[in-house]
């Protein structure tokens, strides 16, 4: 028998595998170098914010198989597919790929009467600048990438541009066989895509939610650490946890920003059905 999904299961499902897979992937360093490819699967479980500053959370629960490709200059990775571009000794310009998933507004006290958020893919130039080698194994660097915001709801539309510079370092082996990776940044977004999340147009306005016009600015600062461990050749275990402090950002005055904080905490396996003998440099 044949199994369809239906439009809003297939953007879930799209919004799952850039949002989990990344919580393995990145860290996943080995000393020894990667292979030049793998297939596998991955199950992984993640609760989140239903949107920034939002008071309500949800759970996510998925089993995807996952492809790997490290080529020099073309990868298949936890930010997509992309094209890396050398432009000197120490910098790198490739296009990135991130992802959230989409909330019902019926499922979101604050935002009753609202629309549904929708499926937001993020796509756009990353500018990578390496800052050196802290020391064996460990790699020091900060990620630059502007994208574009698409929503995926009944059609899609752009909701604006996010810039979100982060220092990122990784380490093949803390102990134990242990790999680690911590980010530190912030995240910045245009008008459009900050009314996308803060915003009440007067139509939506009630008593307890007043109109507001959201602006340009900062959502939030944010850091994390991500963690794996091989338990045999092909299974690998991994978590992540992640904090996002929204007191700074541009429209804490909206009825929707909620909170000043809010974790986000992942955990799940990977299996790995195939690989490549050849390695190449993490």
């Known amino acids: 028998m ?35 490819w793998e297939v596998g699967a991955f199950a992984g479980s993640l609760t989140t914010p239903a949107y920034p500053a ?11 198989p996952y492809f790997v490709y490290r080529g020099e200059m073309l990868r298949v990775d936890r930010d997509g597919v992309d094209a890396r571009l050398r432009l ?20 979101i006290a604050v935002r009753q009467g609202m629309p549904d958020l929708g499926t937001l893919v993020e796509f756009g130039p990353r500018l990578k600048v390496h800052l050196g080698v802290p020391g ?46 911590a980010k530190a940044g912030l995240t910045w977004g245009d008008q459009r895509v900050n009314q996308y999340f803060y915003g009440v147009p007067s139509v939506y306005a009630t008593g307890l939610r007043p109109a507001y016009e959201a602006q340009a600015g900062w959502i939030n600062a944010r850091a994390s ?26 429209n804490t005055a909206s009825p929707l920003a909620l909170q000043s904080s809010s974790p986000t905490v992942g955990v799940g396996l990977t299996w790995t059905l195939g690989r490549s003998d050849a390695l190449v440099s993490p």
């Open 88 to 107: 000197a000794p120490g910098y790198e310009l490739d296009v990135g790929l991130s992802g959230s998933f989409p909330a019902t507004s019926k499922d």
């Open 2 to 36: 044949t199994y369809f999904l239906n439009a809003r299961a297939g953007r879930r499902l799209f919004a799952a595998s850039v949002t989990l897979f990344p919580l393995w992937a990145q860290a996943q360093l080995d000393v020894r170098g990667l292979p030049l």
């Open 225 to 250: 650490l991500g963690t794996s461990k091989n338990l045999s050749v092909d299974l690998r275990v991994f978590g992540y946890a992640r904090m996002d402090y929204y007191g700074l950002g541009a």
């Open 54 to 64: 939002s008071a309500e959370r949800f759970e996510r629960h998925l089993v995807l």
């Open 136 to 181: 064996p194994g460990f790699r020091l660097w900060m990620d630059l990438p502007l994208r574009s915001v698409i929503e995926f709801n009944g059609g899609t539309r752009s909701q604006g541009m996010v810039f979100e510079p982060t220092v990122v370092l990784e380490g093949a082996d803390i102990g134990a066989g242990w790999s680690l990776s």
